[in-house]
Nanobody, 125 residues
Framework: QVQLVESGGGLVQAGGSLRLSCAAS????????MGWFRQAPGKEREFVAA????????YYADFVKGRFTISRDNAENTVYLQMNSLKPEDTAVYYC??????????????????WGQGTQVTVSS
């Protein structure tokens, strides 16, 4: 498994930006796909974005397209989520996750076998 530690969360005003980081250790980071999920109070954990090992193939939930960008640096064993034009409804705990499943769609929670502890993002109106 991969050990994951998120950072970069915080409080920001609507329209602002944050960049989340997820540092990985353990098995070869460059061989796993990475994803970001979020969970707001009283809601299910939902898919936000994902990126395959090649650093090029990326996937986004419709509600973040054009605002969020996922990227990874395999040399630094880190995945990032740049969040721009933040809205109050983006308030949630954000989790990074790693998937070692071949041909995973990357949209589903069960396709990920390692999770970080989460970082809180709060967007004020």
């Amino acid at each position: 498994q991969v050990q994951l530690v998120e950072s970069g969360g915080g409080l920001v005003q609507a329209g602002g930006s944050l960049r989340l980081s997820c540092a990985a250790s353990g098995r070869t980071f460059s061989s796993v796909a990475m994803g970001w999920f979020r969970q707001a109070p009283g809601k299910e954990r939902e898919f936000v974005a994902a990126i395959r090992w090649n650093e090029h193939d990326t996937y986004y939930a419709d509600f973040v397209k054009g605002r969020f960008t996922i990227s990874r640096d395999n040399a630094e064993n880190t995945v990032y989520l740049q969040m721009n034009s933040l809205k109050p409804e983006d308030t949630a705990v954000y989790y990074c996750a790693a998937s070692s499943i071949p041909m995973a769609t990357l949209y589903r929670r069960y396709e990920y076998d390692s999770w970080g502890q989460g970082t809180q993002v709060t967007v004020s109106s």
